[in-house]
């Protein structure tokens, strides 16, 4: 009889155990759902440019952070500030992958895009264009304090973004014998 009771209060336990490990995991449904929310955010600069792949290794690393900070699913869907929340961890994830690869700058900054600018020159081969970001990296990491400072930076004002294309433009001579022409507005208030 003691072994019985023994037994059955054993796997009691085993079950409440499992029962509760169940519970704080998120179901499949649940990280799709969260997966399909985060599309909102392809409009924000460096997410606009992942060809579908790469945004969805960035949407499962997001959902992964989210779901180690909150465990439990019914948790982070009653936060009050949730959109926040999520907007918090997006530009944490994208200042993560600045900061472990500067060639993720290409995404931000897309050939097509400084080939239209006038930036770069049409036609790179691939090596050319990563001497192009390698320079720009190391210039940008030279004049921002931080990856955060950088990404505000890239999101804030005009004076920013010219200093930027400085930067381009720069790197741009160096490397392809291109002659930089600045033309510098300077408004009086």
């Not at 961890?89 to 290409?106: C, G, Q």
């Not at 294309?165 to 510098?184: K, R, Y």
Request: glycine share 4%.
């Amino acid at each position: 009889m003691r072994k019985i009771l023994l037994f059955t209060i054993v796997t009691a336990v085993a079950l409440s155990a499992v029962g509760c490990s169940r519970e704080r995991r998120w179901s499949d449904r649940e990280r799709e759902e969260l997966r399909r929310e985060l599309r909102a955010y392809r409009d924000m600069i460096y997410l606009e440019n992942l060809a579908e792949a790469e945004f969805n290794v960035f949407s499962g690393d997001v959902v992964e952070a989210i779901e180690i900070d909150y465990p439990v699913y019914t948790t982070f869907i009653e936060l009050p500030g949730r959109g926040d929340t999520v907007e918090v961890y997006v530009v944490s994830t994208i200042v993560e992958e600045l900061n472990a690869n500067p060639h993720n700058m290409r995404n931000i900054f897309p050939y097509p895009y400084l080939v239209e600018e006038g930036v770069l020159p049409a036609g790179l081969n691939h090596q050319a264009q990563r001497a192009f970001y390698d320079c720009f990296s190391k210039k940008v990491k030279k004049y921002y304090p931080s990856t955060q400072a950088f990404f505000n930076a890239v999101v804030g004002d005009s004076n920013s973004q010219q200093t930027l294309t400085n930067m381009q433009m720069q790197c741009a001579a160096d490397l392809f014998d291109w002659g930089i022409e600045i033309d510098e507005t300077v408004v009086v208030d």
